[in-house]
């Protein structure tokens, strides 16, 4: 079977929205890499097409290996999304309500969307001059940090398990007063409980599951999860292996028991997906990219009603974008 195929399409055949995928990253670390059919990639344009994907949001993602995290790296990264994903590869970027409405409208059919977001704050290097720069270039989604501590909070790998800087204070106040989006997926726990006091927006975990099933710290507890719903924030689930199982090689069965887990706490209209495609380098069997999404879904849907299943892979997402995204400005 050619990988850039569906895997089935019948009535599972569904749009889907991913919130997370690091494959600007990849483009940053080899130029010669074609965004549309390079099977270095996870995520290519043709595989978008393939798994019925509406909207992909792509991460910008500083790796250590490029030493200290710069403003450059985020724009040279926002340049390879507007070259090779929007350009090249005729994707539409979505920043702002009316286009998370266009969306909803078009979801049978029509353009097929991309999205920014910027994973960690460290190349903001402390100045909101650039979080504005980088919200007119149209990243629309913040992760405030990665695993570890950066100017603005701590990670939830940093083992002093901080809260945030006045800094990183001052820059979650412009984020609800300019609408860019809050991400709490890498963000440490003391910090998560300290912005739910600070936002008065509602937040995402982009990708992350459940910790009660899988116990990693990238996981969110129950209390955290029931925090997210109470707001209508939304869960984005990923196919990380080491999230979803311990000591196996994960399956797509093994997503289940976090989508049960989460939906008894009260989440079914809270969670969505976000893949973390290009950001791992093991995957769940049956789920190596996004041409395999009809095939979840085909899987979903022996347990689950159709409404549910349709409102995890694109419909709570889509929901959340056009309530929550800013509105575009109106020409004079």
């Known amino acids: 079977m050619n990988p850039g195929e569906p895997q089935g399409q019948g009535r599972s055949y569904f749009p889907v929205v991913d919130f997370h995928c690091d494959a600007l990253s990849k483009m940053l670390e080899n130029p010669s890499i074609d965004f549309m059919a390079d099977g270095r990639l996870d995520v290519t344009g043709e595989r978008l097409r393939a798994g019925g994907l509406r909207m992909q949001c792509f991460a910008i993602y500083l790796s250590q290996k490029r030493g200290i995290p710069r403003i450059e790296h985020v724009l040279r990264q926002i340049e390879l999304y507007r070259s090779k994903v929007v350009n090249a590869g005729g994707l539409r970027p979505l920043r702002w309500k009316e286009e998370a409405d266009g969306l ?13 977001s ?55 106040k412009w984020c609800n007063e300019s609408g860019m989006l809050l991400d709490v997926s890498h963000l ?32 969110l507890t129950d209390d955290q999860i029931r925090a997210i719903i109470s707001i209508e924030g939304r869960i984005g689930l990923t196919f990380v292996p080491w999230f979803v199982t311990d000591g196996k090689e994960a399956v797509p069965d093994d997503l289940l028991r976090h989508i049960e887990h989460i939906c008894t706490l009260g989440g079914e209209k809270h969670l969505m997906f ?8 093991s995957w769940i069997k049956g789920l190596e990219h996004p041409g395999h999404y009809p095939a979840l879904a085909e899987l979903l849907l022996c347990h689950y009603s159709e409404e549910s299943v349709k409102g995890w892979l694109y419909g709570n997402a889509v929901s959340y974008l056009a309530s929550n995204l800013p509105s575009a400005p109106k020409a004079e």
């Open 274 to 281: 976000g893949s973390d495609f290009d950001g791992i380098d």
């Open 118 to 172: 910027l994973e960690g704050a460290d190349g903001l290097e402390g100045n909101l001059f650039y979080a504005e720069m980088i919200f007119e270039l149209g990243v629309r989604f913040l992760g405030l940090t990665w695993n570890y501590a950066n100017w603005a909070a701590d990670g939830v790998l940093e083992k002093r398990n901080g809260g945030f800087t006045e800094k990183g204070r001052e820059l979650v």
């Open 188 to 219: 440490s726990e003391a910090g998560f409980w300290e912005l739910a006091e600070l936002s008065h927006r509602p937040f995402i975990a982009s990708h992350s599951n459940a910790r009660a099933i899988c116990d990693h710290p990238r996981n």
């Open 104 to 116: 909803a409208n078009t979801l049978g059919g029509g353009p097929s969307w991309g999205m920014l």
